[in-house]
């Protein structure tokens, strides 16, 4: 089962972040076989920190929030919240097979958080542009509570324009870059 989970920054945390980053890149390289996505969001400067986000297929919804509660910067206090959700992979690629590569680029979270009918739930073939795509679930996979998208665009309103509008309570896109080693 995939999982999107999604690490918020609490204020001023930067300093243990820097402090955790070895650390948080070992706890995740224990996962490096099972990880869809991963890497940092940041604030419109493009520059500070504000979050960090993993997906993740693994066996069941216990396992993804142990993943993400045991991480070594929530477990430090680092995060003011933490978002887990599971997620269905519509593309069937890893952000390692991204025809785009890792670097370069604008690239966005875009979370689209709503309820009732599900909506963008397919994907058309010609969106080279996308990186990791797919709707957020209830953890037995019956109820549709949104999308997560990981996006290649030239701004952060031709991301957004990713999702039907009208059809989310709300609409959130963070500046994002693929993480982890290099």
Request: net charge negative; aromatic share 10%; glycine share 10%.
């Amino acid at each position: 089962m995939e999982f999107l989970c999604y690490h918020r920054d609490r204020p001023g945390s930067l300093p243990l972040r820097e402090e955790l980053q070895e650390e948080h890149w070992s706890y995740m390289d224990g996962y490096a076989k099972q990880l869809i996505a991963r890497g940092p969001t940041f604030a419109a400067d493009g520059e500070t920190p504000t979050g960090s986000v993993h997906i993740v297929d693994v066996p069941d919804a216990a396992t993804a929030r142990a993943f993400a509660f045991d991480e070594p910067v929530h477990q430090a206090g680092g995060y003011r919240d933490v978002l887990v959700r599971r997620w269905q992979n519509l593309l069937g690629r890893t952000m390692w097979d991204f025809p785009g590569g890792l670097t370069g680029g604008n690239r966005y979270l875009v979370l689209g958080l709503g309820s009732g009918p599900a909506a963008d739930t397919e994907v058309t073939p010609d969106r080279d542009d996308l990186i990791a795509y797919g709707p957020l679930l209830s953890d037995d996979g019956s109820a549709w509570l949104g999308t997560a998208v990981l996006i290649e665009a030239p701004d952060a309103d031709a991301a957004r324009a990713v999702l039907t509008a009208d059809r989310y309570a709300a609409v959130e896109v963070h500046d994002w870059e693929c993480g982890g080693r290099r």
